[in-house]
């Protein structure tokens, strides 16, 4: 009853929207959505988780989004979308998690293509992750003393 009111309803229903939106997307307009650049639909952490799901859940066949014998652009846009991720002003702890699922379920296919072409993605992933870390740390640190404020 309270959530019609408050509108918590219709919050779920954007929520939704975002998150088939998203289910359809491929990998270029993932990272137009983590950019900014798709107008119908604000980035926001629920939009960002939606697309980290997308990434590390399996299928009905147990396959991930990317597989080792994809096409090497394909997995070079989906690494990119990550680094876009983890620069995304809308980060959140839930969406850091996902990120670590990411690389440990990836771990050997960036291994593999850093090898192939002489690419450094997994450090690059390992230090956007740590400035991520250090971001949402000072983020909280912010929300902490305005609460302490009473703004």
């Known amino acids: 009853m309270f ?3 408050l509108g918590k309803k219709e919050a779920k229903k954007d929520n939704s929207a975002l998150e088939e939106k998203i289910s359809k997307m491929n990998l270029t307009d993932m990272r137009a959505y983590v950019k900014g650049n798709i107008k119908d639909f604000e980035v926001s952490s629920d939009g ?3 697309v980290m799901k997308k990434l590390i859940t399996q299928d009905e066949n147990q396959n991930y989004y ?3 014998d994809d096409m090497d652009s394909k997995k070079k846009k989906a690494f990119d979308l990550i680094l876009a991720i983890l620069q995304s002003k809308k980060l959140s702890l839930k969406v850091m998690e996902d990120i670590e699922i990411f690389r440990t379920i990836y771990k050997d296919i960036i291994h ?3 090898t192939d ?3 450094i993605y997994a450090l690059r992933l390992e230090e956007a992750t740590k400035m991520a870390v250090e971001n949402l ?3 909280t640190e912010v929300k902490k003393k305005m ?3 009473g703004q």
């Open 3 to 5: 959530g019609k009111i």
């Open 48 to 50: 960002l988780h939606a």
């Open 66 to 68: 990317i597989h080792s």
């Open 112 to 114: 593999q293509y850093d």
């Open 117 to 119: 072409y002489k690419q």
């Open 137 to 139: 740390h000072k983020l």
């Open 147 to 149: 609460e302490l404020l």
